[in-house]
């Protein structure tokens, strides 16, 4: 089946700081992989995709790499601002129709 | 451009009352339309999925007839949900997918918080 995994949170960090974010992801055939960020009392927004192994997706600074050797597509950024401060999901589809998201990461940045 | 409205933002009802939620895509057109409904701190869970001009396909576990689904056009969907319970209080939210190439990325609204007293 399919099903998204990432890290629990929440995550504190300082402004500046380095920021990971683990995904992992099982998944039938190819599926395309999405992280989305929730700013508080908002929707879900497209932060970055990719769609195919090795392809690194990038907006605003944050970036993740589709790794197929280990079912990864972790979130990095090299220095968060406190206006990163949301909740970051990771997502997958297959068809476009179902997708799978995982629990969701709360990040919090402080100055 | 993608963006995806929702209204109200935010309602309170009574219970036993019906609720109306409107989504609409405001600058393209979306053949297929999806709800979900988000609990505090939790991912979203898939109501179900409408396609403009036919029925909606409902999730397991969602009541069809509690959680009414209409698409009437390529730029509106609405979720009614009747007889509202205090259980029922969520935040719903809805998404879109274009007619164009990419089909797989679904371009989300800003949520609607209901709270049924």
């Known amino acids: 089946g399919n099903s998204v995994t990432q890290m629990e949170g929440p995550v504190t960090l300082s402004e500046e700081a380095f920021l990971t974010i683990n995904c992992t992801y099982t998944?039938?055939?190819?599926?395309?992989l999405f992280w989305y960020v929730q700013y508080p009392g908002e929707g879900l927004q497209l932060l970055l995709k990719a769609t195919k192994a090795d392809d690194k997706g990038s907006n605003k600074g944050f970036e993740a790499t589709y790794r197929k050797e280990t079912t990864s597509f972790h979130l990095e950024k090299g220095s968060v601002q406190v206006s990163d401060s949301a909740v970051y999901f990771c997502a997958l589809t297959n068809t476009g129709n179902q997708f799978y998201f995982g629990t969701g990461t709360s990040l919090t940045v402080i100055p | 451009g993608a963006v995806v409205s929702q209204h109200p933002s935010r309602v309170i009802c009574k219970s036993g009352t019906s609720v109306k939620i409107e989504c609409r895509s405001l600058?393209?057109?979306?053949?297929?339309m999806f709800w979900y409904r988000q609990f505090p701190k939790q991912s979203l869970m898939l109501m179900a999925t409408s396609n403009e001009g036919s029925k909606a396909t409902y999730e397991q576990g969602v009541e069809k007839d509690k959680f009414l689904i209409n698409h009437a056009s390529l730029t509106l969907s609405t979720l009614t949900v009747t007889s509202a319970h205090p259980e029922d209080s969520s935040f719903y939210i809805c998404?879109?997918?274009?007619?164009?190439?990419?089909?797989?990325?679904?371009?989300f609204g800003p949520g609607t918080r209901l709270l049924v007293l």
């Open positions: 600058d393209f057109q979306a053949t297929t």
């Open positions: 998404s879109a997918r274009g007619a164009g190439g990419d089909q797989e990325t679904q371009y």
């Open positions: 998944a039938t055939g190819y599926p395309s």
